[in-house]
Nanobody, 129 residues
Framework: QLQLVESGGGLVQPGGSLRLSCAAS????????IGWFRQVPGKGREGVSC??????????EYVDGVKGRFTVSRDNAQKTVYLQMDSLKPEDTAVYYC????????????????????WGKGTLVTVST
């Protein structure tokens, strides 16, 4: 049973950076598709990025609103995935979640509607002066 725990959230000024971590226990992440999602309180969850499992190359796709500012990486032991967030904007304020699924193929709508195999509990990012 995979468990995911996010960390690294906090308060940052506009233009600043944060690195979120998604630490796995119970299994390695190499066989999973990994998604980062975010949710503004009172609004719906939205996708941020989709990282392929290692069998499919391990590359990452980003939604347009974060492309060029956010970067996903994995550690070598496949136990942690990172979301590096640069040039942060107030509209990036949200609770950020990581999720893992062996049969997800970067359809954020499907992930939000039908769920992923595993979700973390989220970490709050606040971008404000």
């Amino acid at each position: 049973q995979l468990q995911l725990v996010e960390s690294g959230g906090g308060l940052v000024q506009p233009g600043g950076s944060l690195r979120l971590s998604c630490a796995a226990s119970g299994d390695t992440l190499d066989q999973f598709m990994i998604g980062w999602f975010r949710q503004v309180p009172g609004k719906g969850r939205e996708g941020v990025s989709c990282t392929m499992d290692m069998r499919n190359g391990g590359g990452t796709e980003y939604v347009d609103g974060v492309k060029g500012r956010f970067t996903v990486s994995r550690d070598n032991a496949q136990k942690t995935v990172y979301l590096q967030m640069d040039s942060l904007k107030p509209e990036d304020t949200a609770v950020y979640y990581c999720a893992a699924d062996r049969r997800w193929f970067c359809d954020y709508g499907a992930a939000i509607e039908h769920g992923m195999e595993y979700w973390g509990k989220g970490t709050l990012v606040t971008v404000s002066t």
